[in-house]
């Protein structure tokens, strides 16, 4: 069982910053980033493997969000710079217990979330 924890959403313009955290308790494989807004399907931000540190991001956040965690302080950070209205969504922290070699990208591949942060860029 992993229980996670969200925080750090909130109200900002395009272009400001903002850094989302996930605490988690239980042992997983790598722990990922959601987000899903309004009328979309739910879709794969970023992901860190616990172990190594090793990444994965989506084509769309590549070069302005940065993934990395606290293995002392079992937190997942989300850094998101150079925020666009697009990135308007709710964000969500899941983990993948299912211990391999690669990272994964398909939300059924994780089989815990947490509750989820809002995350709203105004133009």
């Known amino acids: 069982q992993v229980q996670l924890l969200e925080s750090g959403g909130g109200l900002v313009q395009a272009g400001a910053s903002l850094r989302l955290s996930c605490v988690a308790s239980?042992?997983?494989?790598?722990v990922a980033w959601f987000r899903q807004a309004p009328g979309k399907e739910r879709e794969f931000v970023s992901a860190?493997?616990?172990?190594?540190?090793?990444?994965s991001y989506a084509d769309s956040v590549k070069g302005r969000f940065t993934i990395s965690r606290d293995n002392v302080k079992n937190t997942v950070y989300l850094q998101m710079n150079s925020l666009k209205p697009d990135d308007t969504a709710v964000y969500y922290c899941?983990?993948?217990?299912?211990?391999?070699?690669?990272?994964?990208?398909?939300?059924?591949?994780?089989?815990?979330w947490g509750q989820g942060t809002q995350v709203t860029v105004s133009s």
């Open positions: 239980g042992r997983a494989f790598s």
């Open positions: 899941a983990a993948d217990t299912q211990f391999g070699w690669y990272l994964r990208n398909r939300f059924i591949d994780y089989g815990f």
């Open positions: 860190v493997k616990w172990s190594d540190g090793d990444t």
